[in-house]
């Protein structure tokens, strides 16, 4: 109930950057940088980065970065495209892309795409729809998407289509509102939107609202905060997300929040961490919630930083 | 990270955790020693299970895993004799998988793991499956294990029948597994295509679909799984291939040319084409869906009186793709033409293969049609005036249409819209099925209130009348749209938070209702005239404002249209008005137009001179839902066409739109976004612009 509780929020998420005993802290230590992203998004999106030293975060992303031009998901830990993507986006953030040297880090991103078009997240191979979106989300914020086959990377994403409308993870795989999010984003991006039948799609995903007013990720499953981005942000680029109940939604997420100590959770009254905290609230943001900037749902970065790296040249 | 509830922890929880977290980051850290030194040891590979059997996520491990393996291998693969502890050192990878799957059954790291250690070309099917069938009998919609199952069987080259059982095992067991409904389409998706055996009789095997997810929907209706297989089968059953819907000049009409016009009624719009100068009228065809290979080597045009060859076909469509739904060429009279008397122009289209939809099926059934020019000579020389009068679309400027002689034309044009007939096709058996399918949804829903169940009816009456239409063996006036529609009125009470999915789908109908005979379609024409002019003109405008639409549709029966009032609705974008290429006069005030970026498909409109848009929600909303369907550099369709000296990046979209246009009168009031320093931007923009906002502009 009641409202976005901001300053919490922003004292939750410094707090977790300074805590690294815990267990939760431990086990996520491989994942480092992503958390990274979340963190300094949301609170770029509440309007409160520079409560972060952006030297020292800038510096640490660096020492991210393997040999190979890639990122890891923290100092020493092998390179991944997953992390790549969100080393981008830090830097996106501070307006820093400037450090990296761009040829490096799409010449790793170029060597992952495969034959059939498709993406591996590393030298071992595991392909992926979500290694398409982020190849070329990567590649577009680094104006070098000439460096692969971009009609074949859509040619891989279109034949993960279903016959639901959604996208899975390989050909054939169910559709999942993460997964559909990674192509549609890739699709918005590479101007491929003609591909995706938005009616039966819109469809499949405003039926992801459940009476509570939250949005789950595939049918017959619990709702979570997490699928207030990727099931919005969908939508939202197939221009369908006034087929579900904004304002139930807003509640829902809103429910979610630790009032006491900051943060949000999947579900009410669940214990709370980074990840839901960022996608409540770009959610919210996507949901034109006072007092928030807004977020660009294909780049997943606020408007005003996608539009500083596009529009201006 | 999902799951947990949320309680402060006590001290010995937080002692407990300090005491984990000291355990992990020992062996992480060892973990990464042993990997970066390159140390492939028996202490190696136990520190890095212990670690994934406590954080399968820990990626490096699973590679460190792999490196050890190769490394073991390569020392081993000379000699024949080692291959039993190769088998050894990948049963030991398996067992490591197995115990990090069951800590965590979706860690992606220890699936693909498997993954690569299967495809050293190690264990059994029968093991993979046997331990698949352990995992999917704990969670059966775990994706990761569907997706390692579709993995082993078409490595193991096991047949799409075998599967299919194993999804009628699943399904029978608890008819809320839409993973397995899902793998059960890919299945037989695969078999229908094959065609072979028992698959080759497209309408049985749907029919026993039907019985089979029926049980389903009695047994619990509320439960969405088998509602969405269903929607797929009624896909199946009701797919037809591409055709052509209609044309503009239309089928058998007659299209009269003056000097500064040409329509089918002899009036039409009070700005008029200006002819005279270039001798050419465009001529639009409309297809059931976005098609591609639209050309004179496809479509055929056969008149003495203009050049008809190599005509350029442009696919109407904002998006790159080259696939649209109309497509639109213009055809020129010859030099020496001045005067015609029902010359004949006969077009042949599909008659050759070439028009593919995005599927890749083509328009096979080729479409004959004609329509006859007249160009009466005594106004060949006459260049009227452009009006330069302000049009207003005040209620007191419109006059229902009389039914009077010289009208006999336009209604017997609107009665040709309707679809150019083909050879009947054989829908005998889909019309068949879909009828069951109407019984027994209705059946269903006498026995309870389904949201989705009301829906699926709404769309199999639907479904069914398409398949009338094309089928040519019904009156198409038969048509009941009132129960569809009421359909969408219930919906939206007992289904709220989907009012706007409902509002568009309703829509839809209403216009398909409205445009489906004459007899509809003059109730909404209305004879426009300025209450101040003394001119006597005429001109016929459709009107279909105040009626809630949200949605624009039906536009195959709307090519003929110059002048459109859809103010009062809630309409959110242009979509769809881009093949009315003869449009002049729009009226878009009063709806839900959230942005410039709604308005791209209007650039497609060369002949429109008025537009309004005013009391729209331009400039009040923070987010775009329409910024990646149009062309910019956000999503690489735009090129060297960006240009820097757009003035500021505060809708640098409008600048894209307007800079396209060549209005002569525009009322955009009443949106957030209009200021003086926009209006004079856009009076820069268009040169041609006379009336600004009721204004005048010099």
């Known amino acids: 109930m009641g409202e976005l509780n901001i300053e919490n929020h922003a004292r939750y998420i410094l707090s977790v950057e300074k805590k690294k005993d815990s267990f939760e802290s431990v086990v996520m230590e491989h994942l480092r940088l992503n958390g990274a992203y979340w963190g300094l998004t949301t609170l770029d999106i509440m309007g409160k980065l520079d409560a972060v030293d952006q030297d020292e975060v800038v510096s640490w992303v660096m020492q991210c970065q393997d040999e190979s031009g890639g990122f890891g998901g923290n100092i020493g830990h092998d390179p991944h495209i997953l992390y790549t993507l969100s080393a981008i986006q830090v830097l996106a953030l501070f307006d820093k892309i400037d450090v990296l040297e761009t040829e490096k880090v799409s010449n790793y991103i170029a060597g992952l795409q495969n034959e059939d078009g498709s993406f591996s997240g590393d030298m071992w191979g595991e392909v992926d729809t979500r290694f398409s979106y982020i190849s070329l989300c990567s590649l577009a914020l680094l104006h070098r998407l000439d460096k692969i086959n971009v009609e074949a990377a859509v040619k891989y994403i279109v034949s993960c289509k279903n016959l639901d409308g959604g996208f899975g993870c390989t050909p054939g ?94 579900r009410p009254d669940d214990a709370v961490d980074v990840f839901h905290t960022y996608f409540g609230v770009a959610g919210l943001s996507l949901l034109e919630y006072p007092g928030l900037k807004p977020i660009d749902p294909a780049y997943a970065l606020p408007v005003d930083v996608v539009n500083r790296i596009f529009l201006r040249r | 990270m999902h799951g947990r509830p949320r309680k402060p922890p006590t001290q010995e929880e937080q002692d407990a955790s300090a005491l984990k977290a000291d355990k992990l980051r020992h062996l992480q850290s060892q973990n990464l020693h042993f990997h970066h030194n390159k140390i492939f040891t028996k202490e190696g590979l136990e520190i890095s299970a212990k670690l994934l059997e406590v954080n399968p996520e820990h990626y490096t491990g699973w590679n460190y895993r792999k490196l050890a393996v190769q490394h073991f291998t390569d020392k081993k693969s000379e000699n024949a004799a080692e291959s039993e502890s190769i088998q050894s050192i990948l049963d030991e990878e398996l067992r490591v998988v197995e115990t990090a799957l069951r800590a965590n059954l979706k860690s992606y790291g220890a699936w693909h793991h498997r993954k690569w250690v299967l495809s050293k070309g190690h264990s059994s099917v029968d093991r993979e499956l046997r331990l698949l069938g352990k995992f999917q009998k704990l969670d059966a919609r775990n994706f990761h294990a569907w997706n390692y199952r579709r993995f082993v069987t078409a490595l193991k080259k096991i047949p799409d029948e075998e599967e299919l059982q194993y999804t009628t095992n699943m399904i029978s067991d608890n008819f809320s597994n839409y993973s397995a409904w899902h793998n059960r389409s890919l299945l037989l998706s695969n078999l229908l295509e094959k065609g072979v055996k028992e698959y080759s009789e497209k309408g049985s095997v749907l029919r026993e679909e039907y019985e089979f997810v029926v049980q389903a929907l009695f047994t619990d209706p509320d439960d969405q799984s088998g509602w969405f297989y269903h929607l797929w089968l009624l896909e199946q059953t009701a797919i037809l291939e591409p055709f052509l819907l209609s044309s503009w000049p239309s089928h058998s009409s007659k ?34 869906e976005p098609m591609v290979g639209v050309s004179s080597s496809t479509v055929s045009i056969e008149c003495d009186y203009l050049t008809c060859s190599e005509l350029t076909w442009t696919p109407l469509s904002a998006n790159g793709s080259g696939f649209a739904q109309a497509w639109l060429t213009y055809l020129k009279f010859t030099d020496a033409t001045h005067t015609l008397e029902a010359c004949p122009v006969k077009v042949a289209v599909a008659h050759f293969q070439g028009i593919i939809n995005m599927s890749g099926t083509s328009c096979s059934q080729s479409s004959h049609l004609f329509f006859t020019v007249h160009i009466p000579s005594h106004d060949q020389n006459q260049a009227e005036e452009q009006t330069t009068d302000r049009i207003s679309w005040k209620e007191e400027n419109f006059c229902m249409y009389a039914a009077e002689s010289h009208d006999a034309d336009l209604l017997h044009s609107l009665c040709k819209l ?107 024409i209305h004879h426009y005239r300025e209450s101040t002019s003394s001119s006597l003109n005429l001109y016929s405008c459709l009107r279909l404002n105040s009626l809630s639409l949200s949605r624009i549709g039906s536009i195959e029966q709307l090519l003929w249209v110059q002048m459109l009032d859809l103010s009062h609705n809630k309409i959110r974008s242009t979509e769809g008005l881009e093949a009315l290429q003869l449009l002049s006069c729009l009226n878009l005030s009063h709806n839900k137009i959230c942005s410039f970026t709604a308005l791209e498909t209007l650039r497609l409109l060369k002949s429109l001179k008025v537009l309004g848009i005013s009391y729209n929600e331009i400039g009040a909303h923070s987010i775009d839902t329409r910024r990646y369907l149009f062309s910019s550099p956000l999503n690489h369709a735009l090129g060297s066409d960006w240009s820097g000296d757009i003035e500021s990046l505060d809708h640098w979209d409008a600048f894209f739109i307007f800079k396209g246009l060549d209005l002569i009168q525009l009322d955009i009031m009443g949106n957030a976004a209009v200021n003086d320093r926009l209006k004079a931007s856009l009076v820069k923009l268009m040169p041609a612009l006379k009336w600004l906002d009721g204004e005048s502009c010099n």
């Not at chain 2, 700005?271 to 297809?287: G, Q």
């Open chain 1, 173 to 266: 795989a169910e559709s999942h509102a993460g997964q559909i999010f990674c192509c549609v984003g890739a699709l918005a991006i590479t101007g491929a939107l003609h591909h995706i039948d938005k009616d039966l799609l819109g469809w499949w995903l405003c039926e992801r609202q459940v009476i509570t007013g939250g949005l789950n990720g595939r049918p017959e499953k619990l709702p979570d905060v997490c699928y207030s981005w990727w099931v919005l942000s969908s939508l939202i680029m197939i221009d369908r997300v006034h087929w579900i109940d904004k304002k139930k939604l807003v509640q829902f997420i809103l429910d979610c929040q630790d009032k006491e100590n900051g943060g949000i959770s999947d």
């Open chain 2, 418 to 524: 309707e679809m150019i007939r083909q050879k009947s096709k054989d829908v005998g058996w889909s019309m068949k099925v879909i009828a069951d399918e109407i019984d027994r949804c209705r059946e269903l829903l006498s026995l309870t209130e389904c949201k989705i169940g009301k829906l699926t009816l709404a769309r199999l009456l639907m479904a069914n009348y398409s398949l009338v239409s094309v089928s040519c063996s019904h009156d198409r006036n038969d048509v009941h749209y009132e129960e569809i529609l009421s359909l969408y009125d219930d919906l939206m009470k007992i289904d709220p938070s989907h009012i706007c999915y409902y509002e568009d789908e309703r829509s839809l109908v209403l216009l398909k209702q409205m445009t489906s005979s004459s007899g509809s379609f003059l109730k909404n």
């Open chain 2, 255 to 288: 299209l009269y040319i003056s000097a500064n016009d040409y329509s089918s009624d002899q009036r039409s719009s009070p700005i008029s084409h200006c002819f005279s100068k270039t001798r050419e009228f465009p001529f639009i065809l409309c297809f059931s």
